[in-house]
């Protein structure tokens, strides 16, 4: 498939970024055995694939606008152009040497996300997509899922960690999932699972307490996939909630369905009382 300019530049990029992290992933798997462990060598590698996608992308767009999850906002010039970057969705998966974890960036034009890759070093998938060219794994075309019943549905989902999010609610969702979906997955990088269901490998996902760059490339994947996503409501606010549900038309909004009742659930007073 051809792919235009801009995507190309996202791939080099994204290829650039990809081999210093995989390199850097084998000095992961050594120092799991070390006292001191990798954490501060994750957190050098991490800066380092954003310093190489950063400079790919601006030798090729200069005036674009940047914002980026390790180097926050850099405007540019040209106020029409964003990239949206995340150079490393899935840190803690990396920081045990477990290869599932990628490389996001999004182009956004004026607000909208025009173009968007998802890279995995690891096993080499690039999923790529444009807005009305439809979504692609390492070339060949991706769609989300055809089923429709909810019981043999596999769903993917984001956890949040102790003491941050709503950790009660959260256990009301999880149960919601487990009584009425075939299996539920938790893989730790937001961009793969968006991703994934974009290639029919996860049924839906959802997850709150998301940034930008967790999502712009992954929901531009999943719409030109055929896939649905919305807020945990229904509603557009995606970005503005930081929450996703995303799945194909009938899986969402089983999905979001099921998520509203197990919310009322956990306001209940017999859920809270329970909880305490
Ligand atoms: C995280 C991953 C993870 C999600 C977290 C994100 P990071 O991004 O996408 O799957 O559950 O909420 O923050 O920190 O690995 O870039
Ligand atoms: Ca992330
Ligand atoms: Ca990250």
Redesign the pocket.
Known sequence: MLHSAVLNVMIKAAHRAGRSLKRDLGEVEQLQVSVKGPGNFVTAADRRAEEIVREELAKARPAYGFLG?EGGVREGSDKTHRWIV?P???????LHGIPH?AVSIALERGGAIVAGLTYNPANDELFVAERGKGAFLNNQRIRVAARRRVGDAIVGC??PHYGRGDLRLSRYEIAAAQQNFAGLR??????L?LAWVAAGRLDAYW?R???P??MAAGVLLLREAGGFATDLDGGEAIFAKGQIAAGNETMHRELVRLLREAGKEAAAPAAIAEAK
């Open positions: 999850e995340d490393l969705d899935g840190t803690t998966n990396f974890f984001g956890l938790r893989y730790g990088s937001a961009t699972d997850e307490d998301l940034s760059w967790d």
